[in-house]
């Protein structure tokens, strides 16, 4: 299943705190069509009740359970920080990924990017990609 292309990856992300990170992993699902604009404010209610960052410098925003409805279909987005973004963590998050999941998805794209994130090369070959195209492959070859 192919969720990732090159118009939802941004490669040097700059924003001056969690929510403006969330906001822009957010805006790229809605603008690929994969959400309603209101998810953004789901996926910002959802960092509210519970920090998204996962450790290792990876932070995965997703909306509440009562955005299920405003899912139109299965889809990530990927902003990379060069700079890193505080999230809450003892380090800094320095990917965003953004996902959106339709009907019983979420779980499994959730463990999914986490899986591929075990891996620490991974987290390294992600931050050195040169092109949007590199990050997709990297995350689409481990789904």
Do not use: C, Q, W
């Not at 001056?16 to 789901?42: F, S, W």
């Not at 963590?89 to 999941?101: R, Y």
Request: aromatic residues 6%; negative net charge; glycine residues 12%.
């Amino acid at each position: 299943m192919k969720m990732l292309s090159k118009e939802k990856i941004i490669l040097n992300g700059k924003a001056k705190d969690k929510y403006e990170a969330v906001r822009m992993a957010g805006k790229l699902l809605v603008d690929a069509g994969h959400v309603a604009p209101e998810y953004v404010d789901k996926m910002l209610e959802r960092e509210e009740i519970v920090s998204t960052y996962m450790g290792g410098g990876l932070a995965i925003p997703h909306g509440t359970k009562e955005a299920k409805n405003l899912i139109f279909s299965t889809g990530l987005s990927v902003v990379r920080f060069p700079e890193g973004v505080d999230f809450g963590g003892d380090e800094p998050a320095f990917i965003v990924i953004g996902i959106a999941a339709a009907g019983g998805d979420h779980m499994e794209v959730l463990t999914n990017v986490a899986m591929i994130f075990t891996e620490e090369s991974n987290l390294e070959r992600i931050m050195n990609a040169a092109t949007e195209e590199e990050i997709a492959d990297i995350l689409e070859g481990g789904m």
